[in-house]
């Protein structure tokens, strides 16, 4: 049991560092700190540790497939992003069928965590879900920042 809870505060640890790391991207996108965001897709990729520490503690826990299945596509994503920014530095965002295909599993990533999250504890799944909701306010921050400069070059 106690192995058990090492891990599940491992993963409660990495899931709120995935959302904030995020919620910094897209606040440092906002402001124009490109330097910074690419200081930031050190840490994030390596979250892939931690989550497949957990992975491996999920398969021999015999935890849920869905549990399983949520942590695999969280690191799937990580994967993508570490590929596909770092590796072969290919602007996917640009175009809008891998950015959109991008953005789905970043959402069912996020969502994921927020499950598992909930199956390890309540107090788990509440501090993963404020740090998603960090996420979308500072989403949210940069989609108004992002009109409002578009609306002041059309003046």
């Known amino acids: 049991m106690m192995n058990e809870d090492i891990y599940n505060v491992i993963f409660m640890i990495s899931a709120v560092l995935f959302n904030l790391l995020i919620a ?18 050190v840490p994030m990729a390596l979250l892939i540790i931690p989550f497949s520490l957990t992975l491996l503690e999920f398969i021999k826990a015999e935890k849920s497939i869905n549990l399983i299945i949520g942590l695999i596509i969280v690191i799937v994503y990580l994967l993508i992003e570490f590929l596909m920014d770092m590796v072969f530095k290919y602007d996917f965002r640009s175009k809008t069928i891998p950015h959109i295909m991008y953005i789905m599993v970043l959402y069912m990533a996020l969502y994921s965590l927020i499950v598992i999250a909930f199956d390890i504890s309540d107090i788990y799944g509440y501090i993963v879900s404020v740090c998603f909701w960090i996420l979308l306010g500072s989403l949210i921050s940069l989609i108004v920042s992002n009109k409002r400069i578009k609306s002041n070059l059309q003046r």
């Open 24 to 41: 910094m991207v897209y606040q440092y996108v906002r402001i124009d700190k490109l330097d910074i965001i690419k200081k930031i897709g």
